[in-house]
């Protein structure tokens, strides 16, 4: 007996469900300002990846009393998995400033982390190790801006040294987003699964003119993807 193809694309979407969590994990979002000697490093830390950070047991639900209480903690934790060096010598770290963000059912908190170099920044490498002890496949999703240019970077546990100059060549920064761009695809499970349940949709429903209408599917999925995710960057739109 042959199963309707939608019953076929469910069963795929339900197999790849639990991998799709994968690409949810443990991220923390980076981003680093520099200006002189002075950088700023502010962290997006989610609630649930507070716990490690603050000493907490892991079944603990923390509040946001509790994460503005123990922010010093917290950014004793940051500052001693990062560092930061400029051309030279080691940057200080110094003060720190804390906030709470609410986001759709949870809520993350605001780490601002101030540091000061021995000398103006014009070529800065950053170690970060946040969270890896905890969930290996943690993400710190970081935006570097150095003398006005932005460069994007994914520390992961193999990966946790990146090195930015003021002013990155074309092709640095062309290989930079398509290393990227090759990680969301290839680790977006979510995305292959619902990807390969509309690709037997439409090959049941268009077999002749079947390389036509999957071409059409995946460019019109790529570029409503892309406007969501641009949406997002500039505030307006929350996904």
């Given at each position: 007996m ?11 979407a ?18 680093v ?13 989610e ?9 907490a047991?892991?079944s603990?639900?923390l509040?946001?009393a ?21 051309a ?6 110094g ?8 986001r ?12 000061a170099?021995?000398?103006a920044v ?6 970060y190790?946040l969270?890896?002890d905890v ?13 006005g ?5 994914v ?8 090195r930015?100059?003021?002013?990155p060549?074309?092709?640095?920064q ?11 695809i ?18 049941h ?5 079947s ?11 790529t ?5 969501t ?11």
């Amino acid at each position: 007996m042959k199963l309707p193809v939608t019953a076929v694309a469910l069963g795929i979407a339900l197999l790849f469900a639990p991998r799709a969590e994968a690409h949810q994990d443990s991220i923390t979002h980076v981003r680093v300002s520099v200006s002189g000697r002075e950088v700023s490093i502010e962290l997006q830390i989610e609630a649930i990846d507070l716990n490690e950070a603050m000493g907490a047991a892991a079944s603990r639900e923390l509040s946001r009393a509790d994460a503005l209480a123990g922010a010093s903690r917290i950014a004793a934790y940051a500052q001693s998995r990062l560092d930061l060096r400029d051309a030279r010598a080691s940057c200080i770290a110094g003060e720190h400033t804390a906030r709470v963000q609410d986001r759709r059912d949870t809520w993350d908190l605001i780490l601002r982390l101030a540091y000061a170099c021995p000398h103006a920044v014009d070529a800065l490498s950053l170690r970060y190790g946040l969270f890896f002890d905890v969930d290996p496949r943690h993400q710190g999703m970081a935006t570097i801006t150095l003398d006005g240019h932005s460069t994007q970077h994914v520390f992961r546990d193999g990966t946790r040294d990146f090195r930015v100059d003021a002013r990155p060549s074309l092709r640095r920064q062309m290989l930079t987003y398509g290393s990227l761009g090759i990680d969301h695809i290839f680790l977006g499970y979510d995305h292959i699964a619902f990807l390969v349940s509309l690709l037997l949709a439409v090959g049941h429903r268009a077999r002749k003119e079947s390389a036509r209408a999957v071409l059409a599917m995946v460019t019109s999925f790529t570029a409503a993807h892309s406007l969501t995710l641009i949406a997002a960057e500039i505030g307006r739109a929350h996904v």
